[in-house]
């Protein structure tokens, strides 16, 4: 009964420390930035906003640039609000973003990228959760033309894309998924990196699924009306060419049937020329 009871405590335990280790998550919407991503083109506008919260009041923007830079009043989230925007953003205004308030408590912080060149990598805001889908949108600022792709994770290239309209999909994500993402596009230059954050769940993943390239629904439906075209002109096709070998077919038997009686008829005519008798 001694012993039971110790294990029943035991697994009560574990089961609290499983459920408190993502507790972190529960204002993982915390600060909230838009457009929903932590790579942005050079002159866009971003908001980022600590509103959210019941005592929404005493929250405010704070944001740390990633290189070095004289003060300035007139930078954006220089002054404590419940929000700021970055407009026109650029490249200087890359940095950490968060949210803090009176008593000193911070929330998670955003690592916000914003380039200069052409391409930027869609990566989720929030943290994921362990067994879910995600996918990664490697995206040109001026074309979504036929470009190859190539993703990476800490540095280490992982795969290549050859379609237009590519995604990554990394299908029943894991705690090993988490890392700092990038990718590259042919001829237009590289993302900066950013940060895919995992958090676990009370079951995670059953097992682990590679990444692998996947396609738009657009791109699909186009494929897939190419296919049906093909196919109907196959048939087409097909059908034309046998209904000309089975005409060549009847008349090479019409030539066959008519030279066959011409054959008879001159032979017919010899035998008769063969077997008559001259008259006196």
Known sequence: MEVTSVCFLMNMFVLL?????????ADASFPDIFPRRLQFFEYESITVQCELMEDANVWRVMREFH???????S??????????????????????????????????????????????LEVPVQPVAEGSEVTLRCIHQKTELHHIRDFYKDGLHLMTCYSSNSYMTIRNVSKADEGNYSCSISGAGESPDSRL?????????????????????TFSLESAVRVVLFVLLSLVTGVILYKLRKGNKIIYIQEQNHRQRQSMSVRGGNASLTGSKPTA
């Open 17 to 25: 420390t499983e459920q408190t280790e993502p507790a972190e998550n």
């Open 67 to 73: 290189k070095s830079r004289p003060t300035n009043s």
């Open 75 to 120: 930078d954006p989230c220089s002054s404590p609000a419940p929000s700021c925007t970055i407009k026109p953003a650029l490249e200087k205004h890359s940095g950490e973003y968060w949210c803090e308030n009176d008593l000193g408590e911070t929330s998670r912080t955003l690592s916000v990228s914003i380039t200069a060149g052409l391409v930027i």
């Open 197 to 217: 954050a995992v958090h676990r769940t009370l079951t995670g993943p059953t097992e682990e699924t590679p990444v692998q390239c996947e396609q738009n629904k």
